[in-house]
Structures are given as C-alpha cells and as structure tokens.
C-alpha cells in the first residue's frame, strides 16, 4: 500500500507540490490576507455618534478623521519614533556586525551570535518591565548620573517638551532607548550576512590600487553592505511602528499609532476608525518595502 502511494505520488510532482504548498498557502490566504482584506473593508465604515453602532454603509468620513490634527500627530510621531530608532539601531550594529563578518574567529563568532539573539530567548514584556525598572527615578541610570553630578543634565533633558517627562522610564527618551535595545538583533543579523558576501578580493583589489582604509569602506564595503542595513531597517521601522506595548508602560499620554488602535477598537468600540488607523502602517510599510527592494534588501535576509 505504502509503495504504491509512493510511486503514485513520485509520478506526479505537482501533486506533492500542491500537497506540501497548499496547507500554507491556504492558511496565507485565508488567515493573514483574509484579516486585511477584513480591516480595509471595515475601514469604509463609520461609526454612528448617537447610536454607537456601526453602519455598514461605503463612506470615506472615516478614512477623513484620520487627517484631523489629532491623528497626524499620532502619524508623525510614530513614524519619527521608528525612523529614529532605525537610525540608532543601524549606528550601533553596524561596528559589532563588522567585528564579526571580518575578524571574529569561528569559535568567538559562534558566542558572539549567542549573545546577540539571547535576549530574544527571554519574553518581550520581561524586557520591556526591566527597562521601565532601569529607567525609573529610582533606577540605575538615575543613580549613575546622581553619582556623577549630573543630575542637572538628566533634568535638562527631561525637561525639553518633545522629548522629556517626569522621569526616563515616562518619556520619549525611555521608549527610545528600550526600542533600539529591542529591535537590536534584527539589525545586527542581516548587516552580518551582508558583509559576509563582500568578497575579499575586492578589499585586497581596493588596497592595491592605493585606496587607503577609509576610502575602502566608503567606496567598497559601505555600499555593498547597504542591503544588509536597509534590510534590518524593514524590521527595526515596521516593528516600532506597529508596537504598543512599549508606548503604553514607558510612554507618556501622547499616544502612537498601536495605542490608537487599541484604544478606538476596545475603549471607543469604534472598529472603522481602528481600520482605518490601522492601514496607514500598512501604506508606509508598502512603500517603504518597495523602496527597500529596488535597494536590494531582500537579498540580504
């Protein structure tokens, strides 16, 4: 029975293509792009004022709200946030990820992965409470910067509006510093992979044609290693963007896209709003993907 199967099957690629793809593919379909195809669809709904119903009627008076000064805010500093972020994160991986590409022995290269994705074997919100611990008035960094009297300096910047609030574990400042730890990892990988595939023969290429080390990097490993970095940055942004979880503990009250969306679909019941909030992360995550592409991202993941 079993060997009759197996030729059957063996005489018949495409049926064990459609037999290991389709489950997958139908989960994509149904599960992942059914829920989106849900959300722009609720999206040209509104919600009824005075009733607090729904009207399934096609509208763009939802998509509309989303242009008040309120939700443009949201917008702008969200999307600053993760660009922000992105920047960090690509600032601080990309000397550890040359390290490792270049000149990290097999054995340290292997320990140096290990603590690179440690963090990422711990929960998420374990993560997130430690930082509101360290940040806190009462925290380490506080103490750091009390010991060494400059305590002045952490007031000042605390106090700047767009930045500060009543301690880092309640700021934008905070939020900053635990999203780049967060999403470290995921820009630290690809720029590793990216390097690796600099071929050394180029380097040696660039130094006997009397280009001293600096001009290598600008002119040879920079560019060919660009991918690795914008491939990160598509982890790095889209996660920052979507993310609610640290605006909602070390954030202030100015809410971000992903406590918007929280907050019109479980507080104010208004689905067609959320919808609508939540395909701008969507249209910002399309272009940025497609500008990610023609930089040749993708090649590097």
Known sequence: MLNRASTYLYRRPRLILALLLGPPMLYMLVVYLGSLVALLVNSFFYLEEFTGLVVR????????QLFSSTNLGIFGRTAGMA???TIADAIIAFPLAYYIARYASTRAKTYLYIAVTLPLWSSYLVRVYAWKLILAKEGIVSWFFSLLGLQGVLDWLLSIPAIGGSSLSLSPIGMFIAFSYIWLPY???PIVTALERVPKSLLEASGDLGASAAQTFRHVILPLSLPGVVAGSIFTFSLTLGDFIVPQLLGNSRLFIGQAV??????AGNIPLAAAMTMGPVVIMVAYLLIARRLGAFDAL
């Open 262 to 267: 929280y907050s019109y679909q479980g507080t």
């Open 83 to 85: 660009m922000a972020v």
């Open 187 to 189: 820009m630290i990988v």
């Open 57 to 64: 009627q096609f509208t763009m008076r939802t998509y509309a």
